[in-house]
């Protein structure tokens, strides 16, 4: 028995030893940081690669793979080797709901990456068309009650959070409108001010130049709570009881199995950067609200939009292509 003990023993030392010295030099060359979310996230994601280069004194260089809803990107990230040279950052609908619209899904967000911090909320906003006459969300379900089948929502796609919201609001509500899926966020506001839809779910970033420019209208944000920029801007459920948002936030993550030392490396530079006066006030003017969390909090988020999005897509009838 002993010998074999002995030999276990020095195999294990053999795969620690150069781990360990891996993470004390770590990091040692550039860091890969790939962002399969689009829509002004680039600004944070670029904003935390230039702190995080002073900070390493490696390049983090950010690539853009938000393909096929951020799954191309998750891939690469799940494939590469948990040495804290790949990381992503990406956002709940391309991390969670993914699985829940493709039958070929095989990434497990709980299983297949490490946490490190949750980054930032997203301010999404419900806009409607100047013409429509309607100032809340309130007047927007009693004009949909009386219009059933006449209105219609843009959003960015099936089963993003956009589509979802409209679909909890459905349930809730009783109204029949019309869900009307773009690839992207952009073509739902151009449309919706070509008068080719009258509602669309939309974020704070891709919206604000045409609020402006009065070309758009917003009546509720979609969220926990009012957006200070916005503040007279109630939110859904103060007008609808009852009704519950769905998460949106963005998040830094590496392939499963990092190690500590490098995540919290990681997780204590992202934050620190991420909360500096100048990085939290570039966040916020484009609708992207800094909120930090431990690698734990944000792995009982994923938990609970888990079951957030299986009971709605369970309810809705949405099923995976």
């Known amino acids: 028995m002993k010998p074999c003990l002995c030999l276990t023993i020095a195999a294990w030392v053999c795969i620690a030893l150069p781990l360990a010295a891996q993470t004390q030099g770590y990091p040692a060359r550039p860091i890969r940081s790939i962002m399969t979310v689009a829509g002004g996230a680039d600004v944070v994601a670029r904003l935390v690669a230039q702190g995080l280069t002073g900070a390493l004194g490696q390049p983090v260089v950010v690539e853009t793979q938000s393909g096929a809803g951020g799954a191309i990107g998750a891939e690469a990230v799940a494939r590469a080797a948990p040495d804290g040279y790949t990381i992503m950052l990406t956002s709940a609908s391309a991390l969670v709901m993914n699985r829940f619209l ?168 992202i934050v620190r950067i991420l909360n500096s006066p100048e990085v939290r006030a570039k966040a916020e003017d484009i609708g992207f609200p800094v909120a930090t969390s431990t690698p734990e909090e944000l792995s009982a988020i994923i938990r609970r939009d888990i ?15």
């Not at 079951?307 to 292509?321: C, F, S």
Request: proline share 9%.
């Open 102 to 269: 493709s039958k070929s899904a095989r990434l497990d967000p709980l299983k297949d990456f490490t946490p490190i911090t949750k980054a930032f909320e997203t301010v999404a906003l419900i806009v409607t068309s100047p013409a429509l006459p309607v100032g809340s969300v309130r007047d927007l379900v009693e004009y949909a009650k009386r219009h059933p089948g006449k209105l219609s929502y843009g959003t960015s796609g099936i089963g993003t959070t956009h589509h979802l919201s409209g679909e909890s609001i459905r349930l809730l509500t009783g109204i029949d409108w019309v869900h009307v899926p773009y690839k992207g966020g952009p073509p739902v506001i151009t449309d919706l001010i070509g008068g080719e839809i009258q509602v669309g779910f939309s974020i704070l970033a891709t919206a604000a130049p045409f609020l402006a420019s009065g070309k758009i209208r917003v009546i509720a944000v979609n969220g926990a709570k009012r957006y200070h920029v916005i503040p007279n801007v109630p939110v859904v459920a103060e007008e609808l009881p009852g009704y519950e948002a769905p998460s949106t936030w963005g998040g830094y993550f590496g392939p499963a199995a990092m190690p500590q030392s490098i995540v919290d490396r990681l997780h204590d530079e």
């Open 307 to 321: 079951e957030y999005t299986a009971r709605i897509v369970k309810a809705v009838g949405i099923r995976p292509e």
